[in-house]
């Protein structure tokens, strides 16, 4: 059997990290299935555990100078009702599993897991997401685009942790997701889709466009981002098939038994344009977001 | 192993435990709590649901470490509120129970969404319930169950 820790505070948990490099377990709801064995046994653990959950330190949502702060045992479900956080989380919040997963995992673990088809990562891919990494000897802040590596690959050292989630508290124009799924709950990702623009005087300042489930990790490319800057807004429709050109090479699903390749890569376009469309429409005539 | 506080059903408990283990073994193996039943295993069926401090959880996927000092009541505890008097009735009025194996979680479940929320659209329920899976009623008198629920135990809530 392995070993258990119970920090008290979140200094104990980085002293007890630097110490002896346990694996860092909040809501449990993803590892829990991953090392499940027979009913009645230990689940199949081979690392120490450090437990986290109990750390009220790390459970906080604080709304400042145009970012939002999110600590790492905030759950789900606690997002999904408080007030500083942007719609467009909520949804694909509410998107997500079950009340009964939602209220036990945690946002932390959601990025931790890696998982290409995590339901909130194109989301915190367009809130520009920056993961607050704690270790007793600093504290480093990381891009997500650079924090999550791979398929279940993140870059963090055993003495290290997720201490906390900034995103930005912008105020879009026009933002949408979508997620494609078997099911309305209980579901795991076909396709997911964020996309958010802002324009000043009709013309396009800022566009983010980030896809889920496609590639091994979100796709957000800042350099396609940067060509959209300054359509007019009322191009935009007519810029689609451009757009969904540049993309096209990096959309590169698999088939597995949730959907095809071909199905997942035909949602995506369908999504860029679908984006594209409503955005030239709605803005200007009132800041909307789509659900 | 270590030593793990908890009140289970409005009892101070201790149990010196694997913290790794489920919650739901622990309810069933060691405190005889078979209502707390086993389906998937992996979160997504709802039939281990129990409360954690009133909130509805998947017992199958809490680690029994992350319950240090909560508050877990099972079906058995819920048995003995006026609450579940109410659900009770409700559900046998609508003919929302067939085999029943979903039932103590569906129970727990819309007590904690009716807690949170004491007069949910169709669409709350339905979306409170999300995570109970029925093989049996096709959810539409489970569903006017909890409405019911919410006019007859007007107060409770």
New interface residues.
């Given amino acids: 059997?392995?070993k258990?820790y119970?920090p008290k505070t979140y200094r104990q948990a980085l002293e007890i990290l630097a110490k002896s490099n346990p694996a860092i377990?909040a809501?449990?709801?993803d590892l829990?299935?991953k090392?499940?064995r027979w009913?009645?046994?230990?689940?199949g653990?081979s690392e120490d555990?450090i437990?986290i959950?109990?750390l009220r330190e790390l459970d906080y949502i604080r709304r400042e100078n145009g970012k939002i702060y999110i600590g790492a045992n905030v759950t789900l479900?606690k997002l999904l009702h408080d007030k500083d956080i942007p719609e467009i989380l909520k949804k694909a919040v509410?998107s997500m599993?079950?009340?009964?997963?939602r209220?036990?995992a945690t946002l932390a673990g959601n990025i931790a897991n890696a998982s290409p088809a995590g339901d909130t990562l194109p989301v915190l891919y367009i809130l520009n997401a920056r993961i607050v990494i704690g270790s007793l000897e600093r504290e480093n802040v990381i891009q997500i685009e650079d924090f999550i590596l791979g398929p279940g690959s993140i870059d963090l050292r055993r003495s290290e942790i997720i201490k906390e989630i900034i995103i930005d508290d912008t105020d879009f124009d026009f933002m949408m997701y979508e997620k494609v799924g078997g099911r309305?709950?209980?579901a795991i990702s076909k396709v997911s889709f964020a996309a958010a623009v802002s324009s000043v005087f009709d013309m396009v300042t800022d566009m983010r466009i980030a896809i889920g489930a496609v590639a091994p990790t979100v796709v957000r490319i800042r350099e396609f981002e940067l060509q959209l800057i300054d359509t007019p807004v009322n191009e935009m429709a007519q810029i689609s098939g451009l757009v969904k050109d540049l993309y096209k090479p990096l959309i590169k699903p698999i088939s597995d038994q949730r959907s095809t390749a071909d199905y997942r890569k035909m949602c995506v376009l369908n999504f860029i344009e679908e984006f594209l469309n409503k955005a030239g429409k709605r803005i200007g005539k009132e800041k909307d977001i789509d659900w | 192993m270590a030593e793990i506080k908890f009140v289970l059903n409005n009892e101070k408990v201790q149990i010196d435990r694997d913290p790794t283990m489920r919650l739901l073994d622990v309810l069933r193996d060691d405190f005889g709590l078979i209502g707390v039943k086993e389906g998937c295993g992996e979160g997504e069926c709802g039939a281990c649901s129990v409360l954690i401090d009133s909130e509805v959880a998947s017992s199958c996927i809490v680690p029994l470490g992350n319950v240090f000092d909560k508050k877990i009541v099972t079906i058995e505890g819920f048995k003995k509120t006026d609450r579940y008097k109410v659900l009770h009735e409700a559900y046998e009025e609508e003919g929302a129970v067939q085999c029943g194996f979903c039932i103590p979680g569906m129970l727990l479940a819309s007590e904690s969404l009716l807690n949170k929320n004491p007069h949910p659209s169709e669409d709350e329920i339905r979306d409170g319930l999300s995570g109970n899976l029925c093989r049996c009623t096709g959810y539409n008198m489970i569903v006017r169950a909890v409405q019911r629920a919410a006019e007859t135990g007007e107060g409770l809530w």
Wanted: no cysteine; proline share 6%; net charge positive.
């Fill in positions: 059997m392995v258990s119970f377990i809501g449990g709801t829990m299935v090392k499940r009913s009645g046994l230990s689940p653990f555990m437990f959950s109990q479900e509410a599993a079950s009340p009964g997963v209220h036990t309305k709950s209980d």
